[in-house]
């Protein structure tokens, strides 16, 4: 199974600010990751696909980038409705797998 | 507008069996793949395996840690999906979640989830 080791697992940031959300493979995933962002009391909802693509109705706040086994997930200008917990998820082989999350907070 | 509604979740033996159910509307069931999804308290989502759609003779996959144990079936006239859970543990104490996959040619995501059921292995 692909592994997906995201980092870090928690972060506090302030209204405003840039954070960035970094998901490892443990071998080349090509592009084939997603991420999700779940609210508390909520499911989980689609955000990035296919690596930097934005999902619908989504903030153009949020932008996907990476290759290979090293992606990433910036928030830019930091809203207090961004406090989630973040995974990302391999989806070129089976099982697909995701990241242990990232909670975020809002300072 | 999409629909998925879990139920079945509930209080189980460990050694007991359990069916989950994921009610759809709004779109085309047999069109889709549909997955199964689980987290357990504090800990992060699991895939636990999905079925094909019509195109793809509804078929199905399953992670390791419940094949053998868990069945996937769907009800295409209904438009149900339907988890089978045997042999329960404490450790698939979980909330389930159902999914509608999106599959492309380079693609694949989820992009309807329902809103969960909880289910707790526990004597």
């Known amino acids: 199974d692909i592994q997906m080791t995201q980092s870090p697992a928690s972060l506090s940031a302030s209204v405003g600010e840039t954070v960035t959300i970094t998901c490892g493979a443990s071998?080349?995933?090509?592009?084939?990751l997603n991420w999700y962002q779940r609210k508390q009391g909520k499911s989980p909802q689609l955000l990035i696909y296919?690596?930097?693509n934005l999902a619908d109705g989504m903030s153009s706040r949020f932008s996907g980038s990476g290759s290979g086994r090293q992606y990433s997930l910036k928030i830019s200008s930091l809203h207090p409705d961004d406090v989630a917990t973040y995974y990302c998820?391999?989806?070129?082989?089976?099982?697909?797998?995701f990241g242990g999350g990232t909670k975020l907070e809002i300072k | 507008e999409v629909k998925l509604v879990e139920s079945g979740g509930g209080l189980v033996q460990p050694g007991g069996s359990l069916r989950l159910s994921c009610a759809t509307s709004?779109?085309?069931?047999?069109?889709?793949?549909m997955s199964w999804v689980r987290q357990p308290p504090g800990k992060a989502l699991e895939w636990l395996g999905f079925?094909?759609?019509?195109?793809?003779?509804?078929?199905?996959e399953y992670s390791a840690s419940v094949k053998g144990r868990f069945t996937i079936s769907r009800d295409n006239s209904q438009s149900i999906l339907y988890l089978q859970m045997n042999t329960l543990r404490a450790e698939d104490s979980a909330t389930y979640y159902c999914?509608?996959?999106?599959?492309?040619?380079?693609?694949?995501?989820?992009?309807?989830w329902g809103a969960g059921t909880t289910v707790t292995v526990s004597s």
């Open positions: 999914a509608r996959d999106i599959s492309g040619s380079s693609t694949w995501y989820f992009d309807v």
């Open positions: 709004g779109f085309t069931f047999t069109d889709y793949y």
């Open positions: 079925i094909r759609n019509k195109a793809n003779g509804y078929t199905t």
């Open positions: 071998e080349n995933i090509y592009g084939a």
């Open positions: 296919g690596a930097t």
């Open positions: 998820q391999n989806v070129l082989i089976t099982p697909w797998t």
